[in-house]
């Protein structure tokens, strides 16, 4: 009873504020009429200039106006206590007319109350305006009624308003699930949570776009503001991608979760098209910083890892196909529809696993790319020459540890698989290039700092320039040993006219022993390279010019090898003297032979024959003394052939006998699941075969290749020439 009671005395309570209400609200629409019509105009007259010119129904104004006044704000009151927004902006879009009209009568109504009632009016719509806003930008506001308010404020005339209220809303909703997402991304795999992260923000920019045309119209432009917005949320959203990425990134999946996130988010942007809405070049310039750093980090990974597997590789060539960029099935299909391998070592096998980085280019990120990859693959190729031995040093403390490569056969594997990295990397700067290209309609404007793309051809230019000096250093180490064994040899005699003996044949006289045994390693050398480089015979006839013309040019530039014996009778000068002239001929006759002839070689041996000449005049100090040599040339080209022949001797024997090694691929194929490989072995015992020349001219002497790829000369100290 007590509580019914009290419910009955709540009531009397709001019945007695209610009626306080409405007498407040009677008190002001009287004083509001009073302001209105305390003028003296003839109320009869009014409304019959209204019935005439206006031909509405203006007797509900004119006749009792001060009665319609009220009869307005009481509705408009009333709407607003129980917030029927809608049915109050339709009365004051009515009155509004109405007032209109009115003031195109000219004298129907006073200037003072024409000017109060619409100052009534538009006090009314800013109250309006007010409150909408109020309930749009309430933190607990849902779409349907937001849209609803920014309808009605749109009507009220305050369309930059309603945008302002709109983008409010949906960043504070982008703001709160990118939060929540934060959250719970540690519950989340890193593929899940980044495609979350795009699916979150680009549906919410897509969210705003359907309503920013709900209010403005199909045909309407975006507003600036609401691009901007748009551009400052794609920054945000960059922002959480770029602090993921790198907080989670590890070495080997990094680049590939990163790229695929990017293939993600460019998808969602480009879905964004169909409402009119192009953020893609916003989204490149917003997104482009984080992928350079992820591609770098990839590229320092590899770095390291490179460094580790060239500590152990054993510079035995396989075979794979390769992927990435450029994979394309058409290109891999040789003749016939087989597959085509490259050959790489172990370490550079590492290049293999570079991620499918063609995303990357649709980013304008064509010359970072290549940058990375050229540093790459040049500090790479320094690796490999610290993997070939310097004769006559030592290692460097400090220097990068590798694992060398003593015998020729991994010399010649070692830079075959330089080579098989510059083609790989030509191809990836081609793809590079066509997808810039291809993309290039899509450019970013000028104003978003856009990177103009270089043509592949300075990074090409760079990584050959390193593996030609690679070529050129295996080649002068070769050189050295050749110069420093002969020199040993030729140290260990007395002089090079005391193992000179051409009485045994005067009528068919040879090169020394040392120049054929040359001839023969150089032969040999250049099959073994053509099976080594896969047929690439530019390549080899490359090697091979370096290799021939670095032989001459030091061996007629080392003083050492040409010495003779001031005491020694004039005869064993002149023999001394014809000699080296055959020599010299010789060694013209196998860059000859070989196709290696070139401008310093020629240079290197005139000036050769000069600097001899001289010396035999300054010894002799007779010129009539000087020896007729214009045999040599016919000599050395016979000996030229005499060697062909025997060499060709020398391999049907072989055949018969079956008891010469000979040089052989082995290519074994690695179960389907697992990389392709083949083992690459080769036997160059064959250099240190006996040659099966004639030896009533030819002295033996041990002298291979491959003894000096594996020593620094010093092994050949002691072996001598053995003159028969």
């Not at 994979?327 to 290049?351: N, Q, V």
């Not at 310093?600 to 010129?623: C, G, K, P, Y």
């Not at 009539?624 to 049907?652: C, F, H, M, N």
């Amino acid at each position: 009873m007590c509580r019914v009671l009290k419910e009955v005395g709540d009531v009397e309570s709001e019945l007695l504020e209610l009626k306080r209400h409405v007498s407040d609200q009677k008190r002001l629409v009287k004083d509001l009429t009073e302001r209105f019509f305390n003028g003296t105009f003839s109320e009869d007259l009014l409304e019959s200039k209204l019935e005439s010119d206006l031909e509405v129904e203006d007797h509900l104004l004119i006749s009792e106006p001060h009665i319609r006044c009220f009869s307005i704000l009481e509705k408009l009151d009333v709407l607003y206590l129980d917030q029927q927004f809608e049915g109050a902006l339709d009365i004051l879009e009515t009155e509004e007319t109405i007032l209109q009209k009115v003031d195109l009568q000219g004298d129907v109504i006073s200037a003072e109350n024409f000017a109060s009632c619409r100052s009534a009016l538009s006090e009314w719509r800013t109250r309006l305006a007010d409150q909408l806003a109020s309930m749009a930008g309430h933190p607990r506001v849902n779409a349907p009624e937001l849209q609803k308010s920014l309808v009605l404020i749109c009507r009220l005339g305050e369309s930059s308003r309603a945008n302002s209220l709109l983008i409010q809303f949906y960043h504070l909703r982008l703001v709160k699930r990118l939060r929540d997402l934060q959250q719970c991304s540690k519950s989340l795999l890193s593929q899940l949570y980044m495609v979350e992260l795009v699916k979150t923000t680009f549906s919410v920019i897509s969210q705003a776009a359907r309503s920013f045309v709900m209010l403005s119209g199909e045909t309407s432009a975006y507003s600036s503001e609401f691009i901007l917005w748009a551009t400052e949320e794609i920054k945000m959203f960059t922002h959480y991608f770029d602090a993921y990425i790198k907080s989670s990134y590890e070495k080997n999946t990094g680049l590939r979760l990163a790229v695929e996130s990017m293939r993600c988010a460019f998808y969602h942007c480009s879905l964004l098209e169909s409402e009119r809405l192009v953020l893609h070049p916003y989204l490149i310039q917003s997104v482009r910083p984080c992928m350079e750093e992820a591609y770098h980090m990839h590229v320092d990974y590899l770095r390291s890892a490179i460094r580790v597997f060239t500590a152990t590789d054993t510079w035995v060539l396989g075979k794979f196909i390769v992927p990435g960029i450029t994979r394309d099935t058409a290109s891999l299909a040789g003749d016939g529809g087989k597959l085509e391998y490259s050959l790489l070592t172990s370490s550079g096998r590492k290049f293999a696993n570079l991620e499918d980085i063609s995303p990357l280019c649709s980013l304008q990120m064509g010359n970072s790319i290549l940058k990375g990859l050229a540093d790459l693959f040049t500090e790479y190729i320094k690796i490999l020459e610290c993997a070939i031995p310097r004769c006559g040093s030592s290692v460097e403390e400090g220097s990068v540890r590798v694992n060398t490569a003593q015998k020729l056969s991994q010399q010649l594997s070692l830079l075959a698989n330089a080579w098989t990295l510059v083609d790989y990397f030509f191809s990836v700067a081609k793809c590079i290039s066509e997808d810039v290209k291809a993309s290039s309609d899509e450019q970013i404007p000028d104003t978003y700092g856009a990177p103009r793309h270089e043509e592949p051809d300075k990074w090409n230019f760079s990584i050959q320039d390193a593996a030609d000096h690679l070529g050129l250093f295996i080649c002068q180490q070769l050189v050295d040993r050749y110069i420093s064994a002969v020199s040993e040899c030729r140290t260990s005699s007395e002089s090079y006219s005391d193992i000179l003996d051409l009485a045994t044949s005067p009528e068919s006289p040879m090169p020394s022993s040392e120049f054929q045994m040359l001839f023969q390693q150089l032969r040999q050398l250049e099959k073994n390279s053509k099976s080594v480089f896969g047929g690439a015979d530019e390549r080899v006839k490359k090697l091979l010019d370096g290799l021939v013309d670095s032989l001459v040019a030091a061996t007629s530039h080392n003083n050492k090898l040409w010495r003779y014996n001031e005491h020694s009778s004039p005869t064993r000068k002149s023999i001394w003297f014809e000699q080296i002239v055959l020599d010299m001929h010789f060694l013209v006759e196998i860059a000859r032979f070989g196709g290696h002839l070139s401008d310093r070689l020629m240079e290197a041996t005139r000036s050769l024959m000069v600097n001899i000449q001289n010396t035999f005049l300054h010894a002799s100090s007779d010129i009539s003394a000087v020896p007729d040599v214009s045999w040599a040339s016919r000599y050395a080209k016979s000996a030229i052939q005499k060697l062909v022949e025997q060499e060709a001797t020398q391999l049907e024997w072989e055949k018969e006998h079956m008891n010469a090694s000979e040089e052989e691929f082995v290519y074994q194929t690695a179960p389907a699941s697992e990389e392709q490989d083949f083992t690459l072995r080769e036997d160059f015992d064959a250099f240190e075969q006996s040659s099966h020349l004639d030896l009533r001219f030819v002295p033996q002497v041990e002298l291979t290749m491959e003894e000096l790829s594996e020593s620094d000369g010093n092994k050949l100290s002691s072996t001598g020439l053995v003159i028969v």
